[in-house]
């Protein structure tokens, strides 16, 4: 299974709406990732999670929370959004840099888009 | 730091013709190399990689890449366009084992195929 699944495809939320995302992942990766991506532009990298804990944030605003329950889920919860963050939600995944030898390729979910009014 | 820079953020080929997408990367160490392509709300699918090795690298549906360290290029070709190509590619790379998962993305390359 290499696939990496990611719900809701579609959200719309309101500014004071309390809202998550969800990443699941079944290829025994343990390294997790966050990305938001805007019209016609690369993926911007949010969070990194590595064995569970956070390793990475990218100075993002803390209206998200990112929380990793177990090695195959990743969550991203959503409060108090601004009409800016709309825009497609990507979750990846890969095995974990260890300094060894051989590929650490991410591979990437469908994405959720999200739509904040 | 590494850097990726796509030449061409809109690139249009006609059917059966030669796609050429263009990618240069700044590294002080030969880092790990991607193509990415992503269809229109979609996410992003693996179309090639380079990490040791032959340097020309052989992808999904036709396309391949050729790693050129004096040039610092790694270009991605498909011998002749498919309506179906058209979407949008990244090129990406990330360091070598032991320098971290880091993704770094070009800025996309939209490649259109007509008739």
């Known amino acids: 299974d290499t696939e990496v699944t990611q719900t809701p495809k579609h959200l719309v939320m309101g500014m004071t709406n309390k809202k998550s995302l969800k990443c699941e992942q079944h290829?025994?990766?343990?390294?997790m990732y966050w990305y938001k991506q805007k019209a016609k532009k690369p993926p911007e990298l949010m969070f990194v999670?590595?064995?569970?804990?956070?390793?990475i944030n990218e100075s993002v605003p803390s209206r998200f929370s990112p929380e990793c329950p177990n090695s195959s889920l990743l969550n991203l919860h959503l409060h108090a959004l601004q009409p800016e963050d709309s825009a497609l939600y990507l979750c990846?995944?890969?095995?974990?840099?260890?300094?060894?030898?051989?590929?650490?390729?991410?591979?990437f979910g469908p994405g959720t888009r999200l739509t904040v009014l | 730091a590494q850097s990726v820079t796509q030449l061409g953020s809109h690139v249009s080929v006609s059917e059966g013709a030669l796609v050429l997408l263009r990618c240069n990367y700044s590294?002080?160490?030969?880092?790990?190399l991607f193509w990415y392509v992503q269809y229109p709300n979609q996410g992003l699918q693996l179309l090639l990689k380079y990490t040791t090795g032959a340097t020309l690298v052989k992808g999904i549906n036709g396309f391949e890449a050729e790693f050129k360290k004096s040039e610092t290029s790694f270009h991605l070709t498909k011998p002749s366009a498919h309506m179906s190509d058209a979407a949008e590619y990244f090129c990406?790379?990330?360091?070598?084992?032991?320098?971290?998962?880091?993704?770094?993305f070009g800025t996309g390359t939209q490649l259109k195929v007509e008739l």
């Open positions: 999670y590595s064995y569970e804990k956070l390793s």
């Open positions: 290829m025994g990766h343990r390294a």
């Open positions: 990846a995944s890969s095995q974990v840099d260890l300094g060894l030898a051989g590929i650490n390729e991410q591979f």
């Open positions: 990406a790379v990330s360091p070598r084992p032991g320098g971290g998962n880091k993704l770094t």
């Open positions: 590294s002080s160490v030969p880092p790990y």
